[in-house]
């Protein structure tokens, strides 16, 4: 084993306690050290974040400089050109958006790619699985449905949501989803997007040297192409991926390390687009492969998930799943992976090193994600199987000739997944009156005081988990019910919170809306795409009415306590943007005391959109959301209902104790 690890640097002292409160990741981690392997947690404890650029208190634009700017002093200096800090941020901010916000509509057109393939019939291994969902769609932007086939509709779908990405002039389809009045606030503003790629060139262009030097016009673009994003190319992702693989419901998984299994053929698919996984449910299912693993000595093939494939995968098809962003190297410390899969994005380049150390083999399957070092074999859409089956293959290979040591860790968790926005409506509202209403019901009596989404990442600059967890226990114990997507929802199910049984972790009113209907309080949609699902929910409980006109007027809170990608400042901003008040944590990248910390974190909501906010602490967190919660109720006049039904509550209590 000494010698197999002989690549591996000796890691410096790590506090794994203050590292990760994931029990399996915290295994793991003590087994990289005895072996003597690298993690990003190591690396994370010995490289000192730069100081200058977390402030975002530099400019590399061009080769004037890079210019310094002194975050203590923000106005005491300009960059060579002469840009202020509020220039130099607001691009720095604007690229991460333009960035995330790519990655994400990048990845809803490859999903529009494969619809259009199916659709035109070239490709046979994938099919129309919803075609409910299609119809639902199509008539939400206006497509003729009724005395029309599949197909036709599908066609018609697709050029309609192509529009989503190339237009060079109008309004995206999705924008007809937006509630009136919040939709009357972008075009004030002038922020309704147009194609996404249009939103993003432009704002790639502006924060190019000597464009755009005003911080409030440059935050306009980052809006507009934030907004390309949710309203855009993550809907089409969320919405296309039902439509081609079905629309999820709720479903009984189980989550954390232990749903490895010694004695079989472990593969693991991560990343984020779901043909990929699709593909290789199919290649897991194939008698022959199946065979050959039994052949190989394996009593199957074992199928698990990790970050975005795996939410979206455990949130559709109930794939158990092994573990979030900070724990993709730390599972192949096991041992037990035999192969590991990933496609696009979140994909640590350190996975190559680790995998190595325990002989898992990796691969790379997108054209453009590849790794130096690590093997790649490319995915095909018309011919998605030739790359799964290989990838099986060589599983079984690497299994046959495991040497080395395993140990899983035996956690697992059971929670129950897979909440779309169609079955909040149905779950609430019954099978003859679907709708939000009876949500709105219980938020205008009070019983939920109001409804969060946390979401995003997982980052060793912040203890795994903890963060995640400690806010949305403090959330729910106050009333607020908590959507999730993601890392964060990967994070609470480990906590056990996707059970209907943890709704006595909730407060009284919460408790019993959950007991009523059997749910938990904490609800998993899935993806980070499929946090679009979350905006389409806030569309719906503006029109179940008696909330106020726009998703800016209602009593919710969005969050992501452990940030890490650029693609979590595109979704906060398009949160933001879209009317809600969205709080990260870790870390902010602008320095306080600036006019573009002001914009974003007051200046925007007085225009009639959301506004950021910040803390690190997951307490604070929770009650800069549960006090924005509080205020957009008072300004409903539902404030009052509230501590009636408190009342209520503490007299039924008192009775039932007598
Ligand atoms: Ni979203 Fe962060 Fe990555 Fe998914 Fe996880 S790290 S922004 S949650 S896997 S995209």
Redesign the pocket.
Known sequence: MEKEMKKAKAPKVLDIKEATSCDATAQMLKKAERDGVETAFHRANTMKACPIGADSACCKHCSMGPCRLNAKDPYGKVGVCGATIDTVQARNFARMVASGAAAHTDHGMSMLDVFREVVNGNIADYSIKDPIKLEEVAQSIGIETEDRSVEEIARDLYEELERTYIQVEGEIPFAKRVPEKTLETWRKQGVVPRGAMREIMELMHRTHMGVDQHYENITKQCSRTALADGWGGSMVATEISDILFGTPTPVKAEVNMGCLKEDEVNIIIHG?EPNLFESMLASVDDPTLIKAAQEAGAKGINLVGM??SG?EMLSRHGIPHAG??MSTEAILITGAVDAMGVDV??IKQGLGKVAECYGTKLFTTNPRCHIEGVEHIEFHEHTPRECTDSIVENAIVRFKNRTLPIEIPNIRNAGIHGFSHEYINYMLGGTFRASYTPLNDNIINGRIRGVAGV????NPRVKQDWVHVEMVKELIKNDVLVVQ????QISLAKAGLYTPEAAHLAGAGLREVCETVGMPPVLGLG??VDNSRILIATAEMVKAGGLGESIADLPVAGAAPE???E??IS?GHYFVASGVYTVFGVTFPIVEDTRFHKLLFEGLEEMGFGKWGFAADPHEMAHLMIAHIDKKRKALGIDKARERVLMDMADRQKLEAA
């Open positions: 984020h970050c975005c939410a979030n962003f994005q979140c979401v995003g990442c997982t997507t993601g890392c964060s993806s980070c940030w890490m990608s693609k979590a979704i």
